[in-house]
Structures are given as C-alpha cells and as structure tokens.
C-alpha cells in the first residue's frame, strides 16, 4: 500500500514526520518559486552555491575540508581509508552539482523519462568509475599524491557494492552507465542490500556463505533520503462497496505495513554533464521500539518488529528452499516495485497531465520477471486509487512497460504458489485474476477451436498448487517484449513463448543484443590497453563510439604493435598472478596459457565440462614421456563464481575444482605444465583483474541455454580468445569478429532436444575419454569419490546438459587451443583483429536501440 493512501492499521501516536516538499516540479511551479524568492536572496544564492571543483587545488582544498569536517580527522590521523572517504566525498560533492543541474534540466524540458527496474545492480566500486566519468582522474591522483597518498592505496579502501550477484545485475549497472552517457533522462530502481547476496570463502574446498559487510563503513557514493517514506503493506483484506456515484471500489486494508526508505546514487555520464539517479529503497519499520513491550520486560519483541521489516532488505536472493524463504522474495518484488511505483506516479501527478498520457511521459523497463508484480501494482493504483476505469487503465499499463527475458529455460521461469500470493498480496491476486479473465477471453474469441491454447497460455498454472507464471504476466502486460541475443530472442519466439507469438504477432517480439560499456571494461579495467589503443586511434573518443576499434584492425600484423600488445598482456598476467600468490598462497606461470571461467556456478554454464577436461588434461600429463612435456602447452586454469546456496550440484562442482586443484598443484611431475586456481568471491573489481589477463576464456554453455552472456564480450573486449559452444552472444561475436579468431565446438540448439530424446529412451554410451576421468573420480584420486557420486550420475543418466555428447569436441577444440597458441605472431594477430572488431558490443549501442524501438525517448543535452 503506498503512501497516498490512509493507514488503517496503527492505533499509535503518529510519528513525526518531516513535511516534505515533493521533489520535482514542473516547469510552471519553477517560474512561480523563482517569481517569489527576492532578487537579493537569490543573488546571494548564485554568488555562494556550491561549484564543481576544476582543478588541483580546488580538489585538495575540498579534500583536506572532508577529512577535518566531515571525518572530525587532521594531518596527523589521516590514513588510507580517511583519505579515501575525504576523496570520496569531495568527488560525490562534484557529482551532486551536476546531479541537481540535470534533474532540474529534465524537469524544465519535461521530456519522456525511462525507469529502469532490476533486482541486481552490480555496479563495482564506485571511485575509479566516477574519476573516470567525470574526467577528473588525473586531477585526482596528483592531488592526493600531493598530500602523500597513493590513489591505487586509496582505491583498494572501497569495497564493491553488494547489489548484484551475476550477469543480470552487471548488464544493468552498463545500462544507466550507458543511459547516462548517451544523455537519455532515467533512473534505475532497485534494493539496497544490507549484506548483499553472500561472501563466498572455500573451507576445505566447499563454498562456505557469510554475510557481506559491505556497509560497515559510511558509503560515501549514496545520499539518504530519510524524507521519503512510503509505506507499504502486506496481507490483511479487501474490502468492496459501492460508493455514492455506484460505483465498485475495492479498499486493501487490515495489513502490516513497512516503510521504504530512498537512498540516491549519482550514476554519472562519461564526457557529458548528464548525470542520473539511481534510487535504491531499503526497508524500515512503521514502529522501530515497542516501548510498552520493552517496559514489560519483554526486551526481544519491542523490536522484534524493526528486525522483521529490516529483513525484507537484507540480503539479495534469500534460500527458497523452504516457504517463508519464498514469502521473503515475494516480500522483496513488491516491496521494491511499489516503492518505485509510487515515485514513479508521483513525479507524473506534478505535471498535472490527465492519466491517458502516462505512457508518453513514462517508459518503465523491467529486467526479468522479479519486477513484473509493477504491471499489477500500476493497475490497482490506477483503478483503486485514482479512479480510472479498467479498459483505460490497462491501456494505459500496456504502453507502459517493456519486458527483458533472460532466459529460455522453461525451469527457470518465475513462478508463484498462489495460496502465498493471494495470503500476502490479497488485492494483487484478485487484480491478476482479472487480467486473466480478460485475456483468456480475447484469446477464446480469436481461436475459438483451440482450447489447449487456452490452458498453455493461463496466467494462472493449473497444478498442485497453482501458480502464478510471471513470465506470462510480464508478456501480457507489456507492448514490446526483447531478448538479449539474436539465437535466445529467436529461441524464445519457437520455444517457450511460441504461443504468446500466435496469439500478438511477431512484432511484439524483438531482439535486443546486450552490451558492455568500455569505460570500465576497457579504459578502467585495462588502462594501459586503452592508451596503447587511443594512441593510434588518435584520442579516446572510442570509448563513446567503439566503432573506432576499427581502426586499429590495420596494425594487427605491425610487428611493434604487436611487441606493444604481448607487453600489456604480460603486465596484466603478471597483476593476476600476483593477486593469486596473495589469495591462494601459490605461484603462477605467467608465460603460460592464461584459461578463465569465471561466472555464476550452474550446470548450463558446465563448469562441470570445464574441470572433467582438467582432469582429463592432468591424466595425459601424467602418461607423457618427458620429451612430449616439452613439447606441452602450459596452462593455468583459473575458475570463479558464487553457487546459489540452496544448489548442491553447483556446490559439488566448487568442491569438485578445489579437490583437482589440490592435487594437480603439489604433483610435482606435472610442475608448471598445469595449475588449477579458484578465486574465491567473485566479483567486479576481481574481474577488472581477471578479464584483462585471460588468454582464452570459457563460454561453454549448452547450445540453446544461454540468452547472451556478456563476460564473453568484456574478455574479447581485452584481448582474450574465446572457446565456447554456438550459443548466446558467441554467435554475434563469431559474426563480428571472423570464425578464425573464435574457438567453436560442441552440438547446434536444434541438435539438442533429438540427443535429449535419445538420453532418456535409448542406451547413449559414455564418451571413452570422460569415462576415463569418471574412473579416476571414483578410484578416489581427488578424495571422497561418494561426494561426486549424483554429479557423475547426472551425467551417466539423462546427461540434461550434454556433457558426454560434447565432450569429444571440446576435446578437440582445446587441442586446437594449445597448438595455436605456439604460434606468438598469429595469436596476436588474431587477438587484435577480435578487439578491432567489437564496436558492436557496446551497452551505449544496446541502449541506442531500446530508446528507439521500445521507450521512445529521446536524448536531452546537457550543453
């Protein structure tokens, strides 16, 4: 229940609360204020308002003004972590400047604005980013160097911000990075986890959870908005009459109730003013102290209350192994989209506009299912709360939202018990009902025959118990639906959503490519490949325009630029082996082949495939002559990622890797030939580590499972090959930069439900070289063959994941890995012209495209 509705549940005194000005005013209320502030007050203003600090001095000034204010520090206590929070702050000041300009910007041009919806925002630390955008990176690091600090020092100070967990929160934190600096107004809108999903550490090879403290300092880079509470309800019941004019209206009352809390993140703009807001909301109680409760003695529950509404924002993803984890989630999505939605209407109601034009002044983007409860709680506002009548108000819902899917496994589509739903969510469940009734009428009415179709296509899943398919709410409930690869938004239309396709038309469905912007995957992660690159490029006008890649293609075969080239890379090994020898406690070759897989733990990603073929690799190291391991490639096979915690097959394969690990790195017959290395606690600044060192990176899903992938695009981006299935985003990047700078293997997407089939109706014999590893699995080689008993089995059974089938193939692929990359001059060559080519696989062009072809808004200048 949001906060222009009247509370019906607290008996107590009401808490004081700040009356607050609503921000955010139209064009008309601006004049008028400006009409009544006197001249002499509004001088005064201008001469003493806060500016951007444009050079050295003005920075160190604004610095040493932090650390003695802000901090109550001085010369003599200032250490590293003082001396990045002073920086911090003087750097969000600069922002907060250009924030406010553009906000009152877009509110005098009263454009069409976007609001991006995700549950993950996987934004990396957040200063070097900043310095960066800002153009102020230099002016920085000299300054504090000034003052005897180094801005690298300063720069480890910051923990990343836990908000995300995967690819799906890191395409979203490029995308209002990339909305930013191609000057479109938006916001994105997410949770600000207290302790983010979890910190990974490895205990006797297992993945071990604990909480992410990430907030334990002041975080410098967010503003507290603690004058926008918005209250919102769970449970209680609806009540229906009729009022004085006969009409229905339906009352939500009788709940519990938390509060949303606004914190602001500037997201600032590269080479642009523009600089956007990132609002995130975190759960309060209505009540935080029961004083009775606590007078009586009873300590625990006067705050049990606070404790109950604070957990709604505290971790990212809780366990839904069990009910009350999935009644957290469910608590989560709306908490986080009522909040947002009720800012949302707020900022519209100030233009006074009448309800029809909403959608032209309002374009909502939700990023997966988790924010599809939006189109319902959009619905009820507009018929319970403003009035508007059902046809209209769901018109006017329609040409609101668009809807990104991620995904084409039919398993991984969000859904919703509905005896949950309907007990904490009452009016929602009625309202979805309805959306139902009338769809599967219009649906009836065009394919009158077909009544299948209507049971296929149902909001509401007839199963035991039933349950709400938020993948199909999000589909009815919105004009434009994307995917994020060409293969995934094809897949999408002939698979899982092929009769939502009969049903609209293909129009409503279309494919848009993610994207990854190259001021943090290029300039920031690797600033000395970006330099070398601005350098014959003639600026760095490409990190707006990656086309401009191009024109380094010519120099591929320039046996200096090439020298240049090895040179960084072996800068960025070196940087990665560093950080290896620091957090595993070993030494790494860097003259060897550098083999990553770092992301989310999942058998469609086979991870799995990935150390089976270590093994394998251990195995043929272990039966060489000594004159074949001259002759042998030496690699380093680095993994990461975080497995879901509830995910004991994804857990198996962590312990899996750590086990091989420890064996392969104490033989000492096999020496530097083969190391296994897993990073634990995957995240983005460990990427802007990783990804510049990789040699050969591994994007291995099985064909037709991946919807893109965008690691695949920042280890490219940086130099490194890629050896993957024809999947996702591979295709794309295949097409763009040559087939011969790409290693494929493995079954085509049309291949695999035929070898599905076989699996499961027909004796499918085990690849002889997998067999080989499963017999060394099992003989206890890596320890407790019974721990990696249900994932061999998974293979030897139904093989979901086709790791037999492809395994020959990767085989081949890795053999075809080793040999070229003997060959210096060629892989050079072949790595350079893959960089000269990835202009496409820009986030600034992904958002080009949604602007265009789904929000309809246009950029706003700054200038």
Known sequence: MSSYSVSTTSPDLPRPKHRRTPTGFSPKEIKNIEASIPSESRQLWQKFGVKEFGGKEEFQQEFIRHVETTLARSIYNCDDLAAYQAASQAIRDRLIVAWNKTQQKHTTKDRKRVYYLSLEFLMGRAMDNAMLNAGIKDITKSGVADLGFKIEDLLEQEPDAALGNGGLGRLAACFIDSIASTNYPGWGYGLRYQYGIFKQRIVD????????????????????????????????????????????????????????????????????????????????????????KFNAGDYESSVRESQKAETISAVLYPNDNFYSGKELRLKQQYFWVAASLNDIVRRFKKTHRPWKEFPDQVAIQLNDTHPT?????????????????????????????????????????????????????????????????????????????????????????????????????????????????????????????????????????????????????????NPKLSDLIASKVGSYDFLKDLNLLKKIEPLAHDPKFQDEWVTIKKFNKARLAAHIKQSNGFDVNVNALFDVQVKRIHEYKRQQMNIFGVIHRYLSIKAMTKEEKKEATPRVCIFGGKSAPGYYMAKTIIKLINAVGEVVNADADVGDLLKVVFIADYNVSKAEIIVPASDISQHISTAGTEASGTSNMKFVLNGGLILGTVDGANIEITREVGENNIFLFGHLAESVEDLRHKHRFSDVPLDPNLEKVFNAIESGTFGDPNIYASLISSVTGSDYYLVSDDFQSYLDAQKLVDQDFKNKDTWVSRSITAVANMGFFSSDRAIDEYAESIWNVEPISME
Not at 382 to 403: H, K, Q, R, S
Request: a negative charge.
């Open 205 to 292: 090879g297992y993945q071990v959870e604990s909480p992410d403290y990430w907030l334990t300092f002041s975080n410098p880079w967010e503003i507290p908005r603690y004058e926008i509470q918005i209250d919102i309800m769970f449970y209680g019941y609806t009540r229906k009459y009729t009022n004085d004019d006969g009409k229905v209206v339906h009352v939500w009352e009788g709940g519990e109730q938390v509060q949303a809390v606004a914190y602001d993140v500037p997201v600032p703009g590269y080479g642009t003013e523009t600089t956007n807001n990132l609002r995130l909301w975190a759960s309060k109680p209505t009540r935080e102290f029961d004083f009775e």
């Open 373 to 525: 409860l939006a189109v319902v709680e959009l619905q009820r506002i507009l018929i319970d709360m403003e009035g508007v009548e059902w046809d209209a108000a769901w018109n006017i819902v329609t040409n609101t939202f668009g809807y990104t899917n991620h995904t084409v496994l039919p398993e991984a589509l969000e859904k919703w018990p509905v005896p949950l739903f309907t007990n904490l969510l009452p009016r929602h469940m009625e309202i979805i009902y309805e959306i139902n009734l009338f769809f599967l009428q219009k649906v009836e009415k065009m394919f009158p025959k077909e009544r299948d179709l209507l049971a296929r296509v149902s909001i509401i899943e007839e199963s035991t118990p039933q349950q709400v398919r938020m993948a199909y709410l999000a589909i009815i409930g919105s004009h434009k639906v994307n995917g994020v690869a060409e293969l995934h938004s094809e897949l999408i239309k002939t698979t899982i959503f092929k009769d939502f396709v009969t049903i609209y038309g293909p129009d409503k469905f279309m494919n848009v490519t993610n994207g990854i912007t190259p001021r943090r995957w290029l300039h920031q992660a």
